[in-house]
């Protein structure tokens, strides 16, 4: 066996042990019960804001507390404290993933990803807002 | 139906010209194909090569009509066209108007091919017995490119997506009551739908940035220019010229490598200036699925030197080139597909083209991996191993590491693609970035240490003395130099442990020896002919690039952090960290870092919702001071919320960098408080919810510099020290004033403490105070900044890093050129 080919085995048994350590240090995407169910493990939250709970901010108090509740697709919610001001595109995103921990009766969150609705969607809205000004200039029929 | 206002001349024109390249690509790729099997006749070599010509001549014109009609509806706003209407408006600069262009993956996949079509006129130019082989690979992956823009329906599936659509075709107006005849959705839409179309959707915001107007074309120009190699590899291959492929892939892949390197990191500077995660790389999907390839890259021309001076690693080099562009390709679809949905900030959302993309992905690695394998017997491959003090040994370990690290990125990348094949529902880490960072560190260290000796070895082999003789000089300074670094810097980075720290101090070690080992190369080795280092200068170069990322992560600052003057003491054992985020009241300065801090005013962009801050930034230990203008999109188009646009002061060795991370919403803080009144006499103290107040002393007035006071008026001043338990005293005047007998108070605001004062009445020694405490009064910003040193070390690496490849390119191209001569 040349040189060669014992290095190239130790690089591919490095490789793998380095994916295999990585998977282990992995975590889940998992719903408000799952991840109360596991309460101090770092999850990643899928859920969204809930406009109806009331959402605590005052920048001027302290900017790096935020808190609001999350509800997620299966009705289930959780209250949410983020030590950080708002991230952009809260207000419009339709699903947030929520990277943190349950913990003590709320989620404790590290980092909010926000994602936005999906550009057709995006079109939609718009095209309601057009809808509304050509209905405010056009004569009834 | 006719439709007022409509111009539909330029649609119609472009689809004919997409029809038009689709045909052209197709026919160009089976006549090269034609002109290859049949390259010892006539009728191959001059009838097929011609024909073949003309149609990807044909097919250049075409894909650049396409991109300028394309640029003609969206700079003429013809808003018909969903693409205009979708990614532009009518406010927008005109240097945004082509990022707007590329915005859409329509029009980055035009960008791509355009690319194509100008590599593909140079290799015609160029190629010489290469042209039909290599071509016909082009051509092909050209007509791929061109079924993504056709967006026909074959039977129930779509193909690809045409920019050409109408806005009326799309479907976005469907359920628009207004636009239909007799406001009835069922009904088609009126003919003078378009007057109610007044603008664009815009460009994302954050996509308003002069990177992202260069950043694509030069990252795309890359993207297309990793297709040449891989041409070349499939046309030797099939072929089965196998070694005379080398000398014209060489500058080819060395522009690849300098172009896409740099479109990659332009994209880092386009984070860094005008994303708010506060860094230039994030291990982002779409981040690394750009980088893959470029790591593959650079194995694949390591492994092309190694055969071209020792005749080793001819298959590694085959399989690299193929695995470059097949991962290109990857890229591709993990941007395009949507999968990355879950797990990264900015890939394109689902376009519905995932049939055709994961069959482009199969169409180029499978028939490619087979051909390599079915072939791998008769590539030529020298049997003797290399000996372990020769050059080629320690450059290919050098491959293989990249292409190892290349292989480890994407795996990790590939979660979501996992997760979506077999149905789990994995995540990423709890510190995705340190997942990373803790085996790149190790890569780090190797790569940098080969990086600086392997140079100096010879080819075949080398004698001990030879090479000690040589390097010794080098590794002293290196040694030294590090050391001064590791002193004098104050690399003491905490946060992941002892081990961490010190794998951070080798691996500045292993890059300070990168960068002095090939500076001193070009003297000792090549004896200062600069002609002859660009290898020397390329490696000096991307010795830097790691010593930038080093310390710039290793000593990165939140200077927003802390800094409020109010010492807050969460406890060890409390899980609440200092507060990275900082709060300025307009007009009132804020202690950060070795700064005061003031938010002195805004300004509003004239066209569009945009504001501008300005935060002074003065210095208490030396006179430096200066305004740095981060901006925001506030509310943009009525969505509520906020997009924020960094702005950054720029040393020789640090930057300091700030962003507006919360505003105050004007409409939901309504002015509700009241003045709440409070009878007292003086020395009483009253208390508010930040602290107390303390009437001091009361006094009578019969001049005041107050404007509509006259001759004649009283005035009852009252003077209320005001005492905040967080920020300080202050003192307050709160006015009574008697004007023949018609009483007005005149109140005094605290703005820091978001409090009003007001004198009700005076009766004796006994008043009336009104205290309102109220955030409506206030304007404030809250923001994050940054000091981010030595960033300028990573900037200039990659500029020396690109032109020294640049500089071997050359060199290769006029040494082909010689050879053609002799």
Redesign the interface.
Known sequence: M???HI??LV??A??IA??IS??Q??????TVDTAMSKPGK???L?ARWDKDSPLE????N????LSFTAVDTLGKSVKVIY????P?????SERL?L?GKYQDGIF?C?SI?T?CP???K???E??????????A??PK? | MDYIGEHLLPGQLGHFFITLSLVASIVASFAYFKATRHVDTVAGDYYWKKLARIAFLIEVVSVFSIFIILFYIIYNHLFEYKYAW?HSSRSLEFKYLLSCFWEGQEGSTLLWSIWHCVLGLVLIKTGKTWEAPVMSVVSFVQFCLATMLTGLYIFEWKMGSNPFTLLRD????D?????HM??DITQPLRPDYLN???DG?DLNPLLQNYWMVIHPPVLFLGFASTLIPFAFAIAALWTRRYTDWIKQVLPWSLFSLAVLGVGIMMGAAWAYESL?FGGYWAWDPVENASLVPWLILVAGVHTLLIYKHSGHSLKSTFLFMILTFVFILYSTFLTKSGVL??SS?HAF??SGMNVQLVSFLAIFFIPSIILLINRSKEIPAIRK??A?SSRE?WM??GS??FF?TA??IS??TS?PVFNKIFGT??????DEEF?YNQ?QIHVAIIIGILTAIVQYLRYKSTTGTAFWKKIWIPTIISILAATAILYFGDINYQTHGAGYLGAIWLAIIAAVYAIIANAAYIWVGVNGKLKLSGGSISHLGFGLVLLGILLSSSKKEILSRNSSGIAIDFGKES???A?????L?KGFPMKMGKFDVTYEKDSAHPKKQQWYYFIHFKSRTDKEEFTLKPNAFVNY????????NPDSRHYLDHDVFTYI??L?NPEKNKDTATFKPNPVRTGDSIFYSKGYLIVEKVATRDSLPFDGFRPGDKATVATIGVHSLTRGNYTAEALLIDQGGKQFAVPDTIMPE?LILQLNSVTGDSLNIGVKES?TI?E?V?LKAYKFPYINVLWIGIIITAIGILMSMVRRIQLNRQLKKA
């Open positions: 040349k040189k060669i290095i190239l690089g591919i490095a490789t380095v994916l990585f998977l240090n992995t975590s889940t995407y998992d770092f999850v990643h899928m901010y005052d920048a001027l302290n900017p790096n507390y030590h950080q001001p708002k952009e595109n809260f207000e419009i993933v990277k404790d590290q990803q994602k999906s550009k057709y995006d079109d939609m718009a095209a309601k807002k057009n809808v509304q000004m050509s209905q200039i056009e029929p | 979708q799309s479907g976005v107006l359920n628009a009551v207004g636009m007799n406001a109610f179309i007044k959707n708010t949905g879950e900030v959302t689902d191993e290399e372990t040994f290919f370990i293989l590491v190892l292989i480890v795996a990790k979660l529902k994995i995540a990423a880490p709890e997942a085996i899980k609440e960290k507060g990275e985020n900082l709060t009241v188009k009525g969505n509520e919320g906020l997009m924020a991370s919360a105050p978001s955030n206030l404030y809250t």
